[in-house]
């Protein structure tokens, strides 16, 4: 497995602090997150989820909890949208360059607005997809929202 990636590489461009941790990727997992946060022994609520939704049929990338589900309509709300629902998996690839299981906010071939849960930033270091299955970086929530101008709101 390479530990370099387009979202590794977009870090490094940023001049972000981060340390990159692999585990072994189950794709029969029932919830991908809550598989690599036992994976690297880490607590749920710091393993962060990339989910790549529509708002009024616009993309967006939310980033929230592995052992929390996005409040759609609070989704739709923080982006001053009416409606939202995950995008269709084929989508979220082609979006974004990377493979369900493997998505990464950092790098992504399109920008899209990009949202965090707010209760993220109760820890110091929280770790999100590195751009490949089974491949995370961890990092201060705070670096993240800079890097991806992300806007930090109550979704679930």
Sequence with gaps: MSKTTRATLALQRAGVSFTVHTYDYDPQAERIGLQAAEAIGADPNTVLKTLMVLVDGKPACVILPSDREVNLKKLATALAGKTAQMMKPADAERLTG??????????????????????AFAHDSVFINGGQRGLQVRLDPRDAAKVLGAKVAALI
């Design 98 to 119: 990377y493979h369900v299981g493997g998505i990464s906010p950092f790098g992504q071939k399109k920008r899209v607005p990009t949202l965090i849960e707010e209760t």
